[in-house]
């Protein structure tokens, strides 16, 4: 199965300050300190990332209004996960994680000194985020390459594709451990920072939406602009 850990992930200040639901702007000006710990956390915590991508990338064989069905025998079920891969000709099924270093150190130090804790917390959301987007271009830049377009990628949780159901049939997919990421019984990912998803790729998919179209939240939102 396919692993890929050449990802180079440009973080800076204002991600991770994002990344623990402040306004970087309005955060400098209120509490500069606040900005010099992001700062520290992002100098002392990047060399702890270990970002890692495990994925499977299959062909649909059939699509019905509530399920996928892939090559080698695999399902993906459910009408949003149908309603995404309908139009697709492949599936990329992908575990994502920045790896257990950084979550150890800030766990480490979070008693200390729980602002430093805090700003590395945000930067592990800023890094598997941005980790997310790059897996997300890398599958979109190859589709290109073959004349297709990408779908938005969706994720376990979204409106239509419970979490326990949709981690049980992406983990049934990906052999995540070998990125070094395990299932728990409540179908959390171990590291936590980690993420899983499924693009569909194809000549007549939809690549226009968002990924906030598919969220139960997104009435009530107020990071809906942070997402293309």
Same mark, same amino acid.
């Given at each position: ?24 702007? !309005? ?10 710990? %992001?700062? =520290?956390? *992002?100098? #002392?915590?990047?060399? &702890? ?82 980790? !997310? ?10 589709? %290109?390459? =073959?004349? *297709?377009? #990408?779908?938005?990628? &969706? ?74």
């Amino acid at each position: 199965m396919p692993i890929k850990r050449d990802w180079i992930l440009n973080l800076d200040v204002d991600q991770v300050l994002k990344n623990q639901g402040a306004d970087p702007a !309005a955060l400098r000006k209120r509490s500069p300190r606040l900005a010099e710990v %992001a700062q =520290r956390a *992002l100098e #002392a915590g990047s060399s &702890l990332l270990e970002p890692v991508a495990a994925y499977r990338q299959l062909k649909i064989v059939s699509c019905t209004h509530t399920r996928v069905r892939l090559e080698g025998g695999y399902l993906l079920s459910g009408k949003t996960m149908a309603q995404l891969l309908g139009p697709a000709e492949q599936a990329v099924i992908v575990v994502c994680t920045i790896g257990g270093m950084l979550e150890a150190y800030a766990s480490e130090v979070m008693p200390q000194d729980p602002l430093f804790g805090l700003a590395l917390d945000g930067l592990g959301s800023a890094a598997i985020e941005t980790l !997310a987007e790059q897996v997300c271009a890398f599958f979109g830049e190859q589709a %290109a390459s =073959r004349g *297709l377009q #990408a779908t938005v990628p &969706l994720s376990p949780g979204v409106e239509g594709w419970p979490f326990k159901h949709g981690q049980s049939q992406i983990f049934g997919i990906v052999e995540a451990r070998e990125a070094g990421v395990v299932l728990t019984p409540s179908s959390m990912m171990i590291p936590i920072k980690s993420l899983s998803l499924v693009i569909g790729l194809g000549e007549h998919v939809d690549s226009s939406g968002k990924v906030c179209n598919y969220c139960t939240l997104r009435a009530t939102c107020r990071y809906q602009d942070q997402y293309a």
